[in-house]
C-alpha cells in the first residue's frame, strides 16, 4: 500500500466552544501556526482517545500538531523554485 502524502503544522488551542444545546458536542478551536490569518482557525470535536483508549478532551492553551494527509491518486508534482 502506498504511503500518503502528509504534512504535519502545530497549533494551540484558542478556546472551547460550549454546545449550545444538549445534543451537540462541545468543540475546540485550534489556531494553526504557519497559516494564513484569515484562515488559520479550524474547529473539531473536542474528543480524543489516550493510549488507553480513554475519552480525553483538550484544554485552551494546549500545543497540538494538525496533520493533513491525501491519497496519492488526488496530488499532484510541487513545481519547484527554480521551474515558476
Do not use: C, F, W, Y
Not at 485552551?60 to 527554480?82: F, I, W
Amino acid at each position: 500500500m502506498a504511503k500518503k502524502p502528509k504534512t504535519t503544522k502545530p497549533g494551540v488551542v484558542q478556546k472551547i466552544i460550549e454546545p449550545r444545546v444538549p445534543h451537540e458536542k462541545e468543540m475546540a478551536e485550534i489556531a494553526i501556526e504557519g497559516a494564513d490569518h484569515l484562515d488559520r482557525e479550524i474547529r473539531i470535536e473536542n474528543t480524543l482517545e489516550d493510549d488507553k483508549g480513554k475519552a480525553v478532551k483538550l484544554k485552551p492553551g494546549a500545543q497540538v500538531e494538525v496533520t493533513v494527509e491525501a491519497d496519492p491518486k488526488e496530488t499532484s508534482p510541487a513545481l519547484s523554485a527554480a521551474k515558476r
